[in-house]
């Protein structure tokens, strides 16, 4: 829908512009100069759109990263729950599972503070 809607207005931003130069010996300059505004504002438009196209996709990817992060750490934290219920809490087992649970939610704090840091930054 938003793509639609850029290429309209990149159309408008050519459009009057051409009208202003094809009758230029019927039109004011004042009328030549508000039509050569509107395709600019119309291109400026355009540019925005695209720009937040661009910014839509990142936060995506970076959200479908962090669920990628938080069902690892989920999952890591239930094979915690299932080593400790069958072995103990001190065994090999649960100390080598709370290790992977441990890992699982560093990644996922320091890739959240990258993210957070980068968009603070904008």
Request: hydrophobic share 45%; net charge negative.
């Amino acid at each position: 829908m938003q793509d639609d809607l850029i290429e309209r207005l990149e159309a408008l931003h050519v459009w009057p512009q051409f009208v202003a130069d094809d009758h230029a010996d019927i039109l004011s300059p004042r009328q030549s100069a508000g039509l050569y505004e509107v395709g600019n504002v119309a291109h400026e438009a355009a540019s925005a759109g695209r720009a937040d196209n661009a910014r839509i996709a990142a936060l995506e990817a970076d959200n479908a990263r962090l669920m990628g992060l938080v069902e690892n750490l989920a999952g890591a934290e239930a094979a915690y729950r299932i080593a400790h219920d069958l072995h103990g809490g001190g065994s090999l087992q649960s100390g080598r599972a709370w290790d992977r649970m441990r890992r699982a939610g560093d990644e996922a704090r320091a890739t959240l503070a990258k993210i957070k840091e980068a968009t603070d930054a904008e």
